[in-house]
């Protein structure tokens, strides 16, 4: 099997020829010569759910710029994460491991080890120059990287701040989506043209108390988005999901996340609501009034209750939620163009992905964290280089822990040993390998915390999924993807699904076995 080859990779494992092709010994593959290395554009979103993406569901939005990624390149349909929260999941993606093994679980008591073995730094050791700019948040600074600027915590999204790498901390002006789209553009432009280069391009956006670009404030006013059938859920048999606190009925609140902030109004999040919006000149804030104003005057004069209020607050939730979309898709837009007008896309992956899914209403609810599927599921679209045929639907299960080793593998790197995830490098020429993965594995760890999300872990195959929550619960759920999709019907106990749970409880264990998650020892599965 050959892959893409790379000319100026110097490492001391990996043997460079005269030729300039990387043996890929550690594969078991050899790389091909060819004219250009191959660079990467990684470009990684928070909480954008697959839903609010047309090229995988067309009830909500259009996002035109995605899309061409998805309509030229390939489209993974079984994308799933191995931890639904923002520092984790990062943490997945730049070691290739579970969250046990690179040693961030959870965004309240972790800190990441940033001089841990990271793929951009792999590839920074095999010449590359590599970037980051955007959001971090793995409550340290960067290293592996030759140039990053990073906003602290998650950013703020209007004049926001952003560390540097000489420590200093700025303050720029403008909507964040577009400045770190400024600053990734800037740095290609400025960058060693002789080498190759790997950038990831981390957008706040499209993450909570979703703020709009000014300019896109009219936008999805005229829409009334329908109601997910799971929007009134009553979580009948799953003790987990009815003490969760995210539902947009009784937690989503009115000030911070719906705007609509009233002199005689209260919240304990009003004061970080204000400070958020007093970060705005005067001028982007008098748009930004003169917009919600007569929205806030409408609803506060309305008195909704009940189902009416939860209601009127989805429909101001998907609202905002899709402008701030719509601003990142025109980004998007922006770096694809730069790449198409300076000749890179023949030799550039471009990968587009967020750090987990989104419950836009499913089950009640906004936020991520739990297994179920809309937050188990991230979105997946490459643009492939030269050597790499795929076009359209990839239907095998990959997971965010496989994006280090596939990014080295193409790369011409050697793959180290012990990341857990695996290269799906072969899915990118069209191969479907006999032994890939049936199953994968998933471990959340953050409670008690923000949304009261119990910990659980779990497998999940191709039609059926296990999950235990666990600490202060001993609950167990079982659920036919096929015939219940939208996982209202835990089938945990219940006769006639003794042979399947075992089956599941056995690819359970092997998993935990096969990552060394120490939670086996705690919970034993015979």
């Known amino acids: 099997m050959n892959y893409r080859p790379q000319h100026v990779l110097l490492t001391a494992i990996a043997a460079v020829t005269a030729a300039g092709a990387v043996s890929c010994a550690s594969q078991g593959k050899s790389a091909k010569e060819s004219d250009k290395p191959m660079n990467i554009v990684y470009i990684m979103t928070d909480d954008h759910t697959a839903q609010m993406m047309s090229a995988y569901d067309t009830r909500y939005i259009e996002t035109p710029n995605l899309d061409r990624i998805a309509s030229d390149g390939v489209k993974f349909t079984n994308s799933f994460v191995a931890n639904s929260l923002s520092g984790p999941s990062r943490a997945c993606m730049l070691t290739g491991k579970h969250s046990h093994a690179n040693g961030f679980t959870d965004n309240e008591t972790s800190m990441f080890d940033a001089s841990q073995p990271t793929w951009p730094r792999y590839l920074q050791e095999n010449g590359y120059q590599t970037a980051l700019f955007g959001k971090w948040h793995l409550h340290n600074l960067p290293q592996g990287f030759d ?20 420590g200093d901390t700025i303050t720029e002006h403008g909507y ?46 005229d829409k009334t988005f329908p109601l997910p059938d799971t929007f009134h859920d009553d979580y009948a048999g799953r003790e987990a999901a009815s003490t969760a606190e995210m539902r947009i009925s009784d937690h989503m609140d009115l000030i911070y996340d719906l705007k609509m902030d009233h ?50 607050k989805y429909q101001r939730y998907m609202r905002d939620y899709a402008k701030v979309v719509k601003s990142l898709d025109d980004n998007v837009g922006r770096v694809l163009d730069y790449l198409r007008d300076n000749d890179l896309l023949d030799n550039t992956l471009v990968v587009y992905t967020s750090d987990q899914g989104f419950y836009m209403g499913e089950h009640g609810w906004f936020d991520k964290r739990f297994m179920y599927e809309e937050s188990l599921n991230t979105p997946l679209v490459m643009l ?42 072969p899915l990118l020429k069209g191969e479907h390998p006999e032994n890939w993965r049936d199953a994968i594995y998933y471990h959340y760890y953050e409670y008690p915390a923000e949304h009261m999300v119990k910990r659980h872990y779990g497998v999940r195959d191709s039609r059926y999924k296990l999950m235990h929550f666990y600490n202060d619960i001993d609950r167990w759920e079982l659920y036919d993807l096929q015939s219940d999709p939208k996982e209202l019907n835990n089938l945990y106990g219940k006769p006639g699904y003794e042979e399947v749970t075992s089956d599941m409880m056995q690819k359970l264990k092997k998993l935990q076995e096969q990552y060394d998650d120490p939670i086996r020892l705690k919970y034993p599965i015979e």
């Open 147 to 166: 140039t990053w600027e990073v906003v602290p915590g998650q950013g703020d999204y209007w004049n926001p701040r952003f560390i540097q790498m000489n």
């Open 176 to 221: 964040l989506t577009h400045l770190i789209t400024d600053k990734s553009l800037d740095w290609l432009d400025k960058r060693d043209k002789d080498k190759p280069f790997a950038i990831l391009i981390h957008h706040k956006a499209i993450h909570r108390n979703w703020l709009p670009d000014t300019a896109d404030l009219e936008l999805y006013e």
């Open 263 to 312: 002199p005689d109004s209260t919240s304990f999040l009003k004061g970080t609501y204000q400070a958020f919006v007093n970060r705005m000149d005067s001028a982007q804030r008098a748009r930004f009034e003169a917009f919600y104003q007569p929205i806030r005057d409408e609803f506060h004069a309305s008195n909704l209750k009940g189902r009416e209020l939860a209601e009127w």
């Open 384 to 425: 492939l280089p030269e050597g790499y045929e795929k076009r359209g639907d990839i239907t095998e299960m990959v997971q965010n822990i496989d994006y280090a080793p596939t990014f080295l593998d193409m790369a011409g790197v050697p793959v180290p040993d012990d990341m857990h995830g695996v290269s799906f490098a």
